[in-house]
Each structure stands twice: as C-alpha cells, then as structure tokens.
C-alpha cells in the first residue's frame, strides 16, 4: 500500500521523542495509573514507529503515516485545542466520515483531556443543530463535504479539506498546535488523572424521539478497546478496513483497539462494495466490522469469490440470519458475531464457537452461529430478566423458551445520559442497564435475541417475534433481505407484515408475478412457523429504509402499514 506523500514539515517528530505524559503528582500511588486509551498510541510510536498506521487511499489526496509522524500529528491536534480554549470536560465535536480527521480526533481531543462528540454525517442540518446545542459543543472540527451542517454555529468550527497538505486549513490549526506547544512534546500535556471522566459523547438515532447523549469515560474506553483486541484476534499483523463509520459509538472503540494492537487502518470515505472488495484482494485486509446490510451486500456483489486468506469480519448493528452466517463462511470470511448498544460502548457479547460444532451441518451451525452469545471479558455477565413490581430483577429460566429483557452492568456500560438523569434513572433501574431487546437463554447460558420490546407481534394473544420471522425469510433461496413489522388485523389484533427485497435470482423468477411470490412464499413457511407468525402480507420492494450504520428502520415500515390501513378505512 505504498502512496507517493511527504508529510507536513509539522508532521515529522523531532529527534529523541519521548512518548510519556507529564509525570503524575505524587498523590498518585506508585501501583495505579489512570486509564487512557491515548496511551496505546503512545506505545505503537515507540514500540513500532515507522510502521504504517493510517492508510487513506481511495481519494484526490491520498495520504499514509507511520505511528511516529501520525502520534506528532496527534500531539499537535491536542495543542491546537487547549489553544483554541478548550478546557477538560469541555466538548470538541466532529462531523466527517472514515477519514484521518475523526481517527486523530478519538486520540487528539482525549490528550487535551476533552470530550470527543462524533456527529453522524447523514443527520439533517437540524438535526445537527440540536446535537451542536444540547452537546455545548465549543470547538468543531468537520471534514469539507459537510461543513454546511455547521452553518450558523456558536461554537469555533475547523474545516479540514482531507488533503493532509500545506494551505488546507486543518493542517494550518495542526501547525498553529506544534508551535503553540514549544516543542514540550508529550510531557507538556496532562493526563486525564480520573479515568472515570468524560471522554465520549454519543448520541443515539433518535428514531422515536430527540436523541439522548451517551458519556463513556475513559476507563470504559479503554477496557472496550482491550476487549475488541481479544475477541477480534487483532494483532501487529493485522490490516483493518473502516466500514463502520467512525463516528456510530466511536467506531465501537475499534479507533483504540486497532492502534493498541499496532494494527494498520485503511479508511473508506463511503461504503463502497467495489472499493470494498478492492481492498480485499489487494490490501491484504484481514478485519473489519460492518452491520449485516453491509454484508449481504459484500456476499451478493458480482464480483464476490472465495478468499485465499483468513479475513474476520465483525458483525453487529443487527442481528446476522444463519443464511448470511453461513454464506459469509462459504467466502472464507470468519464472522464474529458480537451484540451491543450505543451505551455499551458498541459489542459487549460475542458468540463463541464450540468445536463440538463442526460436526453438526452447515445450517445447523450457522444457526447456533446467529444467537447473541456470552459477555465479552471485560463485562459483567448478560442477565436476561422479567422485572418485577418491586423494581427487582429476576433471571428467566434457561430453556430457550422463556422470554426476558436483556439487562447488563460493569466496565463497559455507559455512565450516564447527558444532561438526563431522569432517562439515566429509567435506564439503570435494578442496578443493571437495561437494554430494550427482548431474549431467551439457553442451558449453554448463550442468549438469544428474539426481538426489541416495541418489535414484538402480538397476534390473538399469542407473541410473535419479528426476529424470528425474519431469519426464517432470509433461508428462502430467492429472499435479499428481509423486515417484518405489525399490522392491524380486525380479528387477530395484529398480523406479521413483511418486506421483502429479491436476489437477482429472485427478480428474474418473479418479474411481473409478486401476487404469486407472495402465495409461494407462505407456503413455504409453513411447517416452519406457526400459524399466527406466517406474513399475513407480503410486500416485494426495491430496498429497505435504513439508518447511516445500516440499521432497517422499522418505524418507518411501521408508519406505512399504518397509512395502508388508514386508506381503506
């Protein structure tokens, strides 16, 4: 991955660096450090500094840094911002897809002891405007193509042009950094000395509502980071590929994971399957982490084909179907399919592959494949519950039948709601956070989402999980993607509704003949569900609404079965 680039005259480290924070008071004890996930980087550049760290290729202006010119290029970016008057705890947001700003941004606003705010790029510009004013955001730091989101704002905005050249104006506020900090390197900058501080402020999608702000510190950071390395396999030798956008959940802490690996980073501005599969067989990529709609792209792409070398790739944001499972394996791609929120800093369970179950069938295995798992290293164990009237919780037996919520505690949990302690106060009820997502546990103790508690069909008494339903959809040789949603029904209360997009396959059998897809299709469910959770609709589409991570947004779904109702009343 070679790229013809000099970086900045700013951007070279001078000679006798030394990687190490200004020395802790004495009130620290000798035996505790706080702990930071800047202090990866710090290690990279002095374990491997003339590795490649950051790759961004796919643009007018490509560039390339070794862990030495990009940990300069970080210290730079901490000065510029305590320059700019931006004090610990204060918020510093960034609005810019996979790109060299939001990767020096996760470590650059935390070395000023600030608070990085990630803003999703396909927000409205109201949208925008909300979070800008509910953050308090003081300084924003946004790639070009997006500035006119910051239109109007209070706070400092710094464009980056992503050229990593003299004259674009991010360079010129990373060289005002270098001069503003004497060249006292890294022992002029302070440590964060609690690590229970604010370090991130997430916001969720805010699909049924205003968004709420999710702090994580900078202890939960970092034991997230040191997960993901676990349970990813990440290793010096790895090569990674950003899909997941940087700034859903900071990048799930992969920014951190990746650099305390000394893994090297290939950044993609947009999802591309073409660039995608570009670098696959051309990058030497061997890790990435895309939600399920992402993969069934890669898997359905014209030019897909088995791969020569292992290649991981990480999957969350929705649940997998055993049919994309399964199918990813037939590439050579090893999915690990892990589960998460927002507030649990991204994954925080992962399933883990027994031996015992290779014996079984590809579909067999694939099925097992597609629950939720156990909790990850650095969390507390999953509990799957039913909440009592005196506000207690209590387990749900382990028979893979019983319906919980899942509710989770420990490092890796949000600490808070911002500015909301009466949504925190909901949310952390019985002493665990609660998730929202509806569950069984099986005697194996992994569990197993079945649906979110607003998903869940109940028809004739009887409840439906839409989950379930849909992974039944997915094994259907000519189905792409699947959704189902609830629909008023006049004697059942609600039926199933299901949206279904075609494969290639599917289109050509099926062109002009959807009425006669939709009869072929029940039938084939049944035997395989039960009578109330068989699609009493089914509506072939083009494709499916989704968020910007890729999430099917089934409000919407929700909102048009609603209007279809309405119009034949």
Partial sequence: MSIDFQPTLESIPP?????????????????????????????????????????????KYPVAYTFAVWAQRIQNLAYAIIEAGIRPGDRVAVIAPNCPLIADAHFGVLAARAVITPINIRLTKPEVDYILEHSGANLVLVDHEFAHLTKGAKARVIVS???????????????????????????????????NANASLCYTSGTTGRPKGVISTFRGSYLGAVANVLESRLNEESVYLWILPMFHACGWTFPWANVLSYTTQVTLRTVSIDLIWNHFDNSGITHYCAAPTVQIGIINHPHSHPLGR???????????????????????????????????????????????????????????????????????????????????????????????EIAVRGNIVMKEYFNDPAATAKAF??????????????????????????????????????????????????????????KSHPKWGERPAAFIVLNREGQEEWSGQHKEFEEHLKKSLKGKLPGFAIPEWVYVVEDLPKTSTGKIQKNRLRQIVAENVKSKL
């Fill in 310 to 404: 292992p290649l991981t790739a990480v999957i969350a944001g929705s649940a997998p179907t055993a049919h994309l499972i399964g199918e990813l394996e037939k590439l050579g791609i090893k999915p690990v399919h892990v589960y998460g929120l927002t507030e649990t800093y991204g994954p925080f369970t992962r399933n883990y592959a027994k031996k015992e179950w290779m014996a079984l069938s590809h579909d067999g295995r694939s099925k097992l494949m597609a629950r939720q798992g156990h909790s990850f290293a650095t969390a507390d164990d999953a509990r799957v519950v039913i909440h009592q009237p005196d506000g207690s919780l209590k387990d749900v037996p382990e028979d893979g039948k019983t319906l919980g």
């Fill in 161 to 195: 042009n992503d050229t990593g050249r003299a004259g674009d104006p991010y360079e010129a506020f990373l060289a005002s950094g270098r001069r503003f900090g004497q060249e006292k390197g890294w022992e002029g900058l302070e440590m964060e000395l609690d690590e």
């Fill in 15 to 59: 000679p006798h660096v030394v990687y190490r924070f200004k020395p802790l008071p004495n009130s620290v004890p000798v035996n505790q450090t706080p702990l930071n996930p800047v202090s990866f980087l710090l290690r990279a550049a002095s374990i491997y500094p003339n590795k490649l760290a950051l790759v961004h290729k796919d643009v």
């Fill in 429 to 486: 009820a019985g002493g665990y956070f609660s998730t929202g997502d509806l569950a069984v546990k099986f005697p194996d103790r992994t569990i197993s989402i079945q649906d979110r508690s607003k998903d869940i069909i109940i028809s004739g008494g009887e409840n439906a999980s839409s989950l379930s339903i849909e992974q039944e959809l997915a094994n259907h040789s000519h189905v792409l993607e699947a959704a189902v949603v609830a």
